[in-house]
């Protein structure tokens, strides 16, 4: 019933810019929140981005400053913009949303994710 897909991931050298997107598909009665995650291999998923049905926006103390978030609610898209970009953030990012479908269960719904590398 909801279907999230990413794109925009891949290399990028450090202090550039990368915008990931993630479309949501489906049948949504109603969204709670909107954010991206990223892990790398031995840790744990970290939310560095959400955004609530009214607005507001919080990030990880890793991104603040670096990093935001957006919606396009025609295209049914979330944006994240990431700027100043450092080997750290090296990770798979994964789109996220937790909401109430119109027929399934309510929770977290995750993109597949994709992969961003910082390197020179």
């Known amino acids: 019933q909801v279907q999230l897909v990413e794109s925009g991931g891949g290399l990028v050298q450090p202090g550039g810019s990368l915008r990931l997107s993630c479309v949501a598909s489906?049948?949504?009665?109603?969204?709670?929140?909107l954010g991206w995650g990223r892990q790398v291999p031995g840790k744990q998923r970290e939310m560095v981005a959400r955004i609530t049905s009214g607005g507001s926006t919080d990030f990880s103390d890793s991104v603040k400053g670096r990093f935001s978030i957006s919606v396009d609610v025609a295209k049914n898209t979330v944006y994240l913009q990431m700027n100043s970009l450092k080997p750290e953030d090296t990770a798979v990012y994964y789109c996220n949303a937790n909401v109430q479908p119109t027929v399934g269960p309510s929770g977290d719904y995750w993109g597949q994710g994709t992969q961003v590398t910082v390197s020179s």
């Open positions: 489906g049948s949504i009665f109603k969204i709670n929140t």
